[in-house]
């Protein structure tokens, strides 16, 4: 009975925080990325918010792209869908066609992604961040509650949400991610179209594809197709991670599509046609302080090697102010726990398990760990999880421990990972 009133209870929840908002929603999609803090299977529920929101009027969308660009809608597009294609809590997004052509050439043309934020969403996100704000305040005062420095999460969360109603934000971040994968033939983004960038609408190229859940979901058929997109997720992320130190920080496979090489199959082909990947809706980014990406590094080494005492010391340093307050017990019991893992019987212990019963004791010892790291490290599992069952014989762990254990990696990484993915 209380398992169940606990189901109904989570399901609550998520349902309540749908239909509370935009602030709301993208709170409890935040914290589906905190085990640290919240417990499992509320991170689970959470994790599957609706962010479908009823989309805007056309002749909102028509208004808000003249007033951007100063010009009149026909003057930049051809041809423009008036039902959006999707829409989320943010933005909806419209499939067009643009006007412009170079001049004396003859090309195809070129067809856009227009995302529009909706109207007073910015103002609506405020208010509402203003009561969750209040609650976190209240929480301080609350012995039980005091540890989680909700006010503190609370304020990384307005930065979070707040960057994500930016648009121009983001077409920055897709630049540089652009930038950052430029030599690499299996992974792209979609390529903002500047000038036509402004903080309420984002023209980008419209990226054809299926969705990597699509393949995550599929019991049998496509495995060398399903091999290929775990080898170049996790190399991706792994790069992101290690030599860019820039990640794309909301890795859900509705986040990605998959092409896949078009024309007639030869078996020639079928042998060494491999699937392309794109990225999208890069609003949620993460970057590390040089500290953070050593510790978290040197975490992940240990947790690969089942060494618990150095994952639990590892662990400790990553907050700025750790306030736990019983860290030998924290570190006596990863210490077990690794220790059974490192025996026969618990050898089958997948090491991405290891992590996700590491931050729940995290969560029971009340220990700190900094926001922007336990994002890296949430990406990582999600990432992890999906990779999972593409293929499971790719071990996802395996590939980041053989990484982190090359001699002089640190000056070699570059070039094995950039290597490992080349043309």
Same mark, same amino acid.
């Given at each position: ?79 423009? %869908? ?69 006010? %503190? ?9 707040? /960057? ?42 419209? %990226?054809?594809?299926? /969705? ?85 590094? #040197? ?33 006596? #019991? ?90």
């Amino acid at each position: 009975m209380g398992e169940n009133f606990r189901k109904i209870w989570l399901h609550i929840v998520r349902v309540t925080l749908e239909k509370a908002g935009p602030a709301f929603i993208k709170w409890g999609q935040w914290t589906a990325t905190r085990p640290d803090l919240f417990p499992r299977d509320l991170c689970t529920e959470l994790s599957k918010l609706h962010t479908k929101a009823p989309a805007h009027s056309f002749a909102y969308t028509k208004k808000t792209i003249e007033k951007a660009f100063g010009r009149k809608l026909p003057e930049i597009f051809e041809d423009f %869908e008036e039902e959006p294609v999707a829409s989320g809590s943010i933005a909806q997004i419209h499939r067009a066609t643009l006007r412009f052509r170079y001049p004396g050439q003859k090309s195809k043309p070129i067809v856009v992604a227009v995302k529009v934020r909706h109207p007073g969403v910015g103002e609506s996100i405020r208010t509402d961040f203003a009561i969750i704000n209040v609650v976190a305040k209240i929480s301080n005062f609350i012995p039980a509650l005091k540890w989680l420095r909700l006010d %503190e999460s609370v304020q990384q969360f307005a930065v979070f949400m707040m /960057s994500q109603v930016d648009l121009a934000r983001e077409a920055a971040q897709l630049s540089r991610f652009i930038y950052n994968f430029r030599q690499w033939k299996d992974v792209s983004f979609p390529k903002p179209l500047y000038p036509l960038v402004h903080p309420a609408v984002l023209v980008e190229t419209f %990226e054809n594809g299926e /969705s990597v859940a699509a393949y995550v979901d599929e019991n049998v058929g496509h495995e060398r197709m399903k091999s290929a997109l775990a080898h170049i997720g996790t190399h991706a992320l792994l790069k992101m991670l290690l030599v860019d130190n820039f990640i794309h920080a909301d890795m859900h496979p509705r986040n990605i599509l998959v092409r896949v090489p078009k024309g007639k199959p030869s078996r020639k082909k079928l042998f060494k046609s491999r699937p392309h990947v794109i990225f999208l809706d890069v609003g949620m980014t993460a970057e590390l302080s040089k500290s953070d990406r050593v510790n978290l590094l #040197e975490f992940f080494k240990a947790v690969a090697v089942r060494d618990g005492r150095t994952a639990a010391e590892c662990t400790l340093r990553l907050s700025k102010q750790q306030n736990c307050p019983t860290p030998k017990a924290f570190i006596e #019991e990863v210490s077990k726990s690794f220790a059974f893992w490192g025996t026969p019987e618990g050898d089958i212990v997948h090491p991405a398990d290891c992590m996700h019963h590491l931050l729940e004791q995290v969560r029971r010892h009340k220990v700190n760990v900094d926001g922007n790291v336990c994002t890296v490290m949430v990406t990582m599992l999600v990432l992890e999880g999906w990779q999972r069952k593409l293929d499971p014989d790719y071990d996802f762990m395996k590939t980041l421990q053989t990484l982190l254990f090359k001699k002089d990696w640190a000056e070699s990484l570059v070039y094995t990972i950039e290597g490992l993915m080349a043309p």
